[in-house]
């Protein structure tokens, strides 16, 4: 399996994260113990997780890097893995933001969850207006020299704010984000294509785009109004089925028929083509859907086709 550097990281990681945000919500503990030995029987070392996953269902949050932690422990795989987590969203009672305090705070909670002593990659999970970018690289300081973090990244940052990071980061010797996470799929290509993704190759830093399959749309599966009330995960793709949306999936059906694979393979053989992006995150609920995901990593798409793609979602 060829891995790719984060930014100018240690850190070597497959071309496809598995996103965490399914374990604990729609797939319990066993469904997710599956899931994840086929992701790394397949050759894939890179998970994506947050400790807000999967609070909007249950109400807590944690169940994500709860059920992860016992299966590293049960596996004895934790230092064949790259663990990256987040931190930031609202947790309740008070638990939200980017203070020093609180991300000091936050980290035990999620070392203690995923039962590991350190955190391969800790993710700001969405800026803080309230919090100095200093203090909250400040917190990333303490937490890296204690060896509890490796590496940190942000995620749903705008430009002004991730570069106002980088430049101080520069400007008073701290720690640097290496990577960002934004929203980024064939669907909403402006989210990041632009000044964000500008800052990214600028500064040499990862991308690790989430939303890859558009909530399930770029798999195809979504084609109608019927089709994605099915599931519950399946009501975020409604608003793709428009002309837009239908262009796009005739485009991944056109590709996907030439290489005899899957249209949710295709979607993320595009991501993973484009020279910013480091590994698009994708999660599956099923053997079968995992294994569409992990078949992009295979699948090299010719001039064309990315073309193609990129002619369909403009």
């Known amino acids: 399996m060829q891995q790719r550097r984060i930014g100018q990281s240690e850190l070597m990681v497959s071309s496809l994260a598995f996103g965490g945000n399914v374990v604990g919500w729609t797939i319990n503990e ?59 969203m609202d947790m309740g009672n008070g638990k939200i933001g980017l203070s020093k305090k609180y991300i000091i705070q936050a980290v035990e909670d999620s070392l203690k969850r995923l039962q590991t002593s350190y955190i391969d990659l800790y993710q700001s999970h969405k800026d803080d207006e309230h919090t100095p970018v200093t203090d909250t690289l400040q917190a990333y300081q303490q937490l890296i020299k204690d060896g509890k973090v490796r590496v940190i990244g942000a995620s749903n940052f705008s430009p002004q704010r991730l570069q106002a990071s980088l430049d101080a980061a520069s400007s008073y010797g701290l720690p640097r984000y290496q990577c960002l996470q ?67 999936l005739h485009a991944l059906d056109e590709i996907s ?25 994708a999660s599956a609920t099923s053997l079968a859907q995992l294994n569409e995901l992990m078949a992009a990593a295979t699948l090299s798409l010719r001039p064309q086709e990315i073309s193609l793609l990129n002619s369909a979602s403009d």
Not at 54 to 62: E, H, V
């Open 257 to 281: 028929s030439q290489h005899k694979t899957k249209p949710a393979s295709v979607a993320l053989a595009w991501s993973m083509a484009r020279p910013s992006v480091t590994a698009p995150i």
């Open 30 to 88: 066993k469904q997710s113990f599956q899931i994840l030995d086929a992701f790394v029987a397949g050759g894939f070392n890179f998970i994506d997780t947050a400790d807000i996953y999967s609070r909007w269902a249950s109400g807590m949050g944690g169940e994500s890097e709860t059920i992860l932690g016992n299966w590293m422990k049960a596996r004895g795989n934790r230092q064949n893995l790259i663990i990256a987590t987040k931190v930031g």
């Open 182 to 248: 934004p929203h980024y799929n064939l669907c909403e290509r402006n989210l990041f294509e632009g000044d964000l993704e500008n800052i990214c190759l600028k500064n040499t830093l990862g991308v690790i785009p989430y939303y890859s399959l558009a909530s399930g749309f770029l798999s195809g599966k979504y084609r109608t109004a019927a089709d994605s009330s099915k599931s519950v995960r399946g009501r975020g793709a409604d608003k793709y089925l428009n002309e837009k949306g239908f262009r796009i």
